[in-house]
């Protein structure tokens, strides 16, 4: 989504093969350490203000590795633009192979922000406008539209806020089970406290499941959610501040004890809500630097407006996450990609 203190949308071309981080001596024998237990191996800006055959590859919201085949090969990354387009991008390289616009059912573009592929190869997308959740072939056909419940709604239709809707999407381990995440509270419920709407698979279609209420940091919304393979989420928590910069944090969060939240009208810290369990990980402001710059002020030359994640596998005992930025085609914005290892 777009930050409500900021312009909208970012350049990722996802090229670069390498996506090395500045190295030489300033950085010998210097920690890679964010917290215990998460850890920074590298960055790279090599994609930043990029194109791929005439198009701008910016505005990059989501990230997702692809499951099977469907026109984009096994554990390919694949990128999503808030602006209406997907990106395939070659698994050894991260350079663009193919770029396919996406649509709503009367050819209008989406604010497109939260990603997943599916195993059949087709993938989900959500769009924040109304909000949605829709899924599409690999060639951008519209093959299905998820119900989305009237209280999650953009307002006048439902209580939530014009670009504060559905931003993460997630499957669960099994992929049974859909998880999306808002950025911001309905009006009604208090402040920081966030749905996550579930649907449930049945054959071919997913049907409304269980809600659970999400506790965000004081100031910070959630710009992406995603699923470990024991059932447990990491979720990213982000704000700006003009003339600061920005605020990233990334949680351990779990939702297996949380009330179900869907019969509750409004969520005003009443007993009898259990909220989603989480444990902070790591606030990346704390992370190293490794010669990273910044355009404006920011605590960590190395932050930027952080809103996609996916996790790519495991290595050593720690999951390996990869994130990027959004630099809303603004000059005081970079598209940074960013690689962690994540022990939970």
């Not at 850890?39 to 198009?55: E, P, V």
């Not at 694949?78 to 990106?87: I, M, Q, T």
């Not at 100031?219 to 995603?226: A, I, S, T």
Request: proline share 6%.
């Amino acid at each position: 989504m777009r930050l409500r203190t900021v312009l909208a949308t970012f350049t990722a071309g996802l090229a670069a093969a390498t996506c090395t981080v500045a190295a030489g001596p300033a950085n010998a024998g210097q920690s890679h350490a964010c917290s215990a237990s998460v850890s920074l191996d590298r960055f790279s800006d090599a994609l930043d203000r990029t194109t791929y055959d005439g198009t701008f590859v910016g505005n990059l919201s989501a990230l997702a590795r692809s499951r099977s085949d469907g026109g984009t090969p096994a554990g390919a990354l694949v990128a999503l633009s808030d602006r209406s387009a997907l990106f395939r991008l070659d698994a050894r390289t991260l350079r663009p192979t193919a770029v396919v616009p996406l649509a709503d059912e009367n050819g209008a573009a989406l604010d497109s922000e939260g990603l997943v592929a599916d195993r059949d190869g087709t993938f989900l997308v959500t769009s924040e406008t109304e909000p949605s959740v829709r899924r599409y072939s690999p060639s951008g056909a519209i093959l299905d539209r998820l119900p989305v419940p009237e209280p999650l709604r953009v307002a006048p239709a439902g209580r939530a806020a014009p670009n504060g809707t559905f931003e993460g999407l997630t499957l669960l381990p099994g992929g049974r089970t859909l998880l999306a995440s808002m950025e911001y509270a309905l009006s009604g419920d208090a402040a920081g406290t966030l749905r996550f709407q579930t649907w449930t698979r049945r054959g071919g279609h997913f049907v409304p499941g269980a809600q659970y209420a999400y506790r965000a940091d004081t100031g910070l919304g959630v710009p992406e959610v995603q699923a470990t393979p024991d059932g447990r989420l990491l979720v990213l928590e982000r704000g700006f501040t003009a003339g600061v910069g920005n605020t990233v944090r990334l949680y351990l969060a779990d939702p297996r004890r949380a009330t179900d939240t869907s019969g509750v009208e409004h969520l005003t810290g009443q007993d009898g809500v259990r909220p989603i369990a989480k444990t902070l990980l790591a606030d990346l402001v704390t992370c190293p630097s490794l010669g990273a710059t910044a355009k404006q002020p920011q605590p960590n030359p190395l932050l930027d407006n952080i809103e996609g994640m996916v996790i790519t596998g495991r290595s050593a005992g720690a999951l390996r996450v990869s994130l990027v930025s959004d630099d809303n085609q603004n000059a005081t914005q970079t598209t940074r990609l960013y690689f962690l290892r994540v022990r939970v």
